[in-house]
């Protein structure tokens, strides 16, 4: 499969401040790539050198497999853009925002534009300065969706939306998807990722530290054990891959790697089973894998605690 | 109220430095005239002469203020700080006022403060007494400085305190400008405009209905008569009127919802027909366009409905029209011909203005919003140029257009009419020129944008004030308008305005070019 996006080496300095640092990604044609990262880490940085606003130091990055700073415009023609903070022209109302990106992105479909105006409920009549944050996305959402476009750039798209809202613009991203499109969405809302994402990137400091589709990510990480026991377990302190043991009578629980889970299982088998709870990885787990600070002590441990 | 104190300390903060540039000019400006003039008219005989200079020309009076006391040198330092003084210390306080009331409810900072306990009118409250003390630690300061190179301190004082008054007067309608609008585009828009009126009020009044000179703030400020038979009961005008719209405003605020002004948005089209950069890019200018084009159709009205009164102040005076016939210059048209210099000159705010509007879509991401479809760069920046170079053309027109038609319904005199319409036109490459050096300032150092505004200032002084504070040559040399001919009054030059054309599209060029190759947003 073609890859739509393909980033490599991309470097991307402000002053002294290297923003991006040797950063990879690359985006197959019709997935959804989750986009990954705390703020800060870079990722609307990447998203504004795919669109050709900001020059890069050095690296390639092409999509459509043209490069993104001179063939810009013509890369522009083929995709819709979201931006994670979306400010509109106070003066004019949303249907004439949606309107005028739409025909600047090469077309809008008329009955698409209506379907989703309705499903977002939104009145494009309305002045933008009067919208509220959340509409002002709307009308942003509703002006790339309703584009004939082949990709979507979302720079978490749904901040300001509502739970309600956020199932429609999942739908929505859905269909784009059923119909061929790809999508980059950036986002912190790990459920929408989990929901919507074939593979996932993550990003920190300017570096992609993990990429793959959930299911590989979530083979690097562990599940978490709970169970109460016939008898007390024997031996499960000493299997290879097993952590943060608590062993109280005939209740315990852990965490295990994906590969000692078998072993672990068995141990508790031998004992007798009375009750069980396993809980896989969170997407959660794994983002604060990577960002939480703990990290630094104790490498490959999972951390619940701090989510900086 | 509660909390205003605190809020006035953290306002006075935030425009530490602000105020620090508009006190260092006001001072400067008064400081430096009494000196200069001091410097100039060293004997009795140079100050009479320098008098009836003035009084006999309506376009010195028009632009400065009606000539009383003009022959001492306290009458020569009033008459040549307090008009020009009165505008600057409006400007100052519309950006203090605006900044602190409507700008601040637009982007939803003061709905933080207003959270916490701070009483209704706090926030704003405290952005008006920055002003008002400004306005008078400022004016004060200004009388001190003239006070101080040996003038009569009662008569320094009353400047100093007159320029106060103007800026109270100047806060309060800014202040009410900010209840009505419901941006601060459009209440810097208003505020401005009042500033405007109060200018071209005392122009006509002061040339030939006293009447009109007594509804501006600036006419009473000359009304003062500073050095020419002091009365201080004029600044009681100033104090009660900004006392009234003082009060209409702080009603105001009562009365609106908040975050609205008192006109409320309607609702627009469902659908947009707008479908490129350049639509859009003109119905962003559009507005503005307009705006100036009224404001400048009517200053040149104002100077116009003049009319012929400039040569018949002269009819009564032989030796002055022998004296001026000698010098070779028909009065009236070195009148018109400045009056065309001073309306391109204050176009030049436009043009700066309009070249800054890609900065602020830049600023505000909706450049980011459109460089995401298929706009280019080269394109969407040539639009808004082009919507400079329209609107300066435009804006140009209409001053003239309105200078020819005030004249021409004053005196039916249709041929002198067009005769100071059309020259209009040869100050567009000038206008522009100005407006380039904030294009080139926007391709390559996108942050110091707002510097394009020195050289408007720069061109202002040199207009105002450069046979005055006697500057160099050199830097009269500078300013793009001291090379043009004065028509009517002289004949018409195309090697300078070629020129100036020239360095217009030069430094419009390289602005463009280095924009195409450095980082957006």
């Known amino acids: 499969m073609r890859d739509v996006i393909e980033i490599r080496g991309l470097v991307k300095t402000f002053g002294r401040f290297r923003a991006l640092d040797e950063l990879d990604l690359t985006v197959a044609q019709g997935e959804v790539h989750g986009f990954l990262g705390p703020n800060g880490a870079g990722k609307s940085t990447t998203i504004r050198v795919l669109l050709g606003l900001l020059r890069r130091d050095s690296g390639t990055a092409t999509v459509f497999g043209e490069d993104v700073w001179s063939e810009s415009v013509s890369i522009h023609r083929r995709l819709a853009y979201v931006p994670g903070d979306v400010s509109l022209w106070p003066n004019l109302s949303g249907g004439e925002v949606i309107d005028l990106l739409g025909q600047m992105r090469g077309g809008l479909r008329a009955d698409r534009r209506e379907e989703l105006l309705e499903a977002f409920e939104l009145d494009p009549r309305k002045k933008a300065r009067t919208y509220s944050k959340g509409n002002r996305q709307k009308v942003a959402l509703v002006a790339a969706l309703a584009a004939d476009v082949e990709l979507l750039i979302l720079d978490e798209p749904t901040s300001g939306l509502d739970p309600l809202m956020e199932a429609t613009f999942q739908r929505c991203v859905r269909e784009f998807c059923d119909r061929g499109g790809t999508v980059l969405l950036s ?29 590989e990510l979530r083979h690097l990480t562990r599940t978490s054990v709970r169970a109460e026991l016939a008898a007390p377990a024997a031996g499960l302190g000493e299997l290879a891959g097993v952590h943060d043991l608590i062993a109280e009578g005939r209740r315990v629980s852990f965490s295990a790697e994906t590969d000692a889970l078998d072993a672990a299982i068995g141990q508790l088998s031998e004992a007798g089973i009375r009750t069980l709870t396993s809980q896989p990885p969170t997407l959660e787990e794994l983002f604060l894998r990577h960002y939480g600070d703990i990290l630094e002590d104790e490498p490959g441990a999972p951390t619940q605690d701090d989510g900086r | 109220m509660t909390g205003t104190l605190r809020l006035l300390r953290s306002a006075l903060r935030r425009d530490r430095w602000m105020l620090l540039w508009w006190a260092v000019g006001l001072i400067a400006l008064y ?3 009494a000196v200069s003039v001091a410097g100039i008219y060293d004997t009795q005989q140079a100050l009479d002469e320098a008098a009836a200079a003035i009084e006999s020309n309506p376009s010195y009076v028009a632009l400065s203020g009606p000539a009383q006391g003009v022959d001492t040198l306290g009458g020569q330092v009033a008459w040549n700080c307090q008009v020009f003084g009165g505008v600057v210390i409006g400007l100052m ?35 008006v007494l920055v002003s ?15 006070m101080a190179t040996g003038l009569a301190p009662e008569d320094s004082l009353a400047m100093g305190l007159g320029l106060a008054g103007c800026g109270f007067v100047f806060t309060a309608s800014a202040w009410t400008a900010a209840q ?42 000359s009304a003062l008569q500073a050095f020419a038979g002091l009365r201080w009961w004029v600044l009681g005008l100033s104090l009660a009127a900004s006392a009234v719209s003082m009060a209409l405003a702080a009603w105001l605020i009562t009365r609106r919802d908040y975050g609205a002004g008192l006109v409320s948005a309607r609702p627009g089209p469902a659908a947009g027909r707008m479908g490129s950069a350049a639509a859009l890019t003109a119905r962003l200018h559009r507005p503005t366009v307009l705006g100036w084009m009224a404001g400048m159709f009517l200053g040149g009205i104002a100077y116009g409905a003049i009319g012929d009164s ?58 980011e919003l459109l460089m995401s479809t298929r706009a280019t760069r ?66 390559v150092l996108p942050r110091w944008c707002a510097l394009g505004w020195l050289p408007v200032v720069y061109v202002a002084v040199v ?6 504070l006697d500057l160099p040559d050199w830097s009269r040399w500078l300013s793009p308008f001291e090379h043009l001919a004065l028509v009517p009054a002289a004949d018409l030059d195309p090697t300078p305005i070629l020129i100036i054309g020239a360095v217009a599209l030069a430094l419009s060029v390289v602005g463009q070019a280095a924009f195409r190759r450095r980082d957006v947003g």
């Open chain 2, 378 to 443: 080269v394109g969407w920046l040539l639009g808004h140029v082009a919507a400079t170079l329209i609107g300066s053309l435009l804006v140009l027109a209409s001053a003239g257009a309105g200078l020819g038609l005030g004249y021409w319904l004053v005196t039916g005199d249709g041929a002198y009419a067009w005769g100071i319409t059309w020259p209009v036109l040869q100050y567009v490459p000038a206008v522009l020129a100005l407006s380039g050096v904030t294009r080139l300032l926007y391709g």
């Open chain 2, 463 to 468: 207009l105002f004030f450069g046979e005055m």
């Open chain 2, 93 to 127: 306080t519309m950006f203090l006022v605006i900044r602190h009331t409507r700008a601040e409810e637009e982007t939803g900072r003061d709905e933080l403060l207003r959270a916490t306990p701070v009483g209704r009118l706090a926030p704003a409250a405290s952005g």
């Open chain 2, 31 to 33: 400081w430096l005239t």
């Open chain 2, 180 to 221: 009505v609008a419901s941006t601060s585009r459009a209440a810097y828009g208003l505020a401005g405009a009042a500033v405007g009126l109060a200018y071209g009020l005392r122009a006509i009044g002061d040339v030939n209905a006293a009447w009109l000179s007594w509804l501006s703030p600036i006419g009473w400020y």
């Open chain 1, 187 to 215: 986002s912190h809302i790990l459920g929408e990722v989990e929901e919507l994402c074939d593979r996932v990137s993550i990003i920190r400091t300017g570096r992609i530290v993990e990429t793959g589709t959930l299911a």
């Open chain 2, 132 to 146: 008002l003390l400004a306005s008078l630690v400022i004016g004060l300061l200004c009388g001190l400085s003239v």
């Open chain 2, 310 to 367: 400039p040569g018949e102040m002269l009819g009564d005076n032989e030796q002055m029209t022998e004296m001026l016939a000698a010098g070779g210059v028909d009065l009236l048209d070195g009148f018109y011909g400045t009056a065309l210099v001073m309306l391109s000159v204050i176009a030049c705010g436009y043009a700066v203005g309009s070249a800054l509007r890609p900065r602020h879509e830049e600023e505000s991401t909706h450049a």
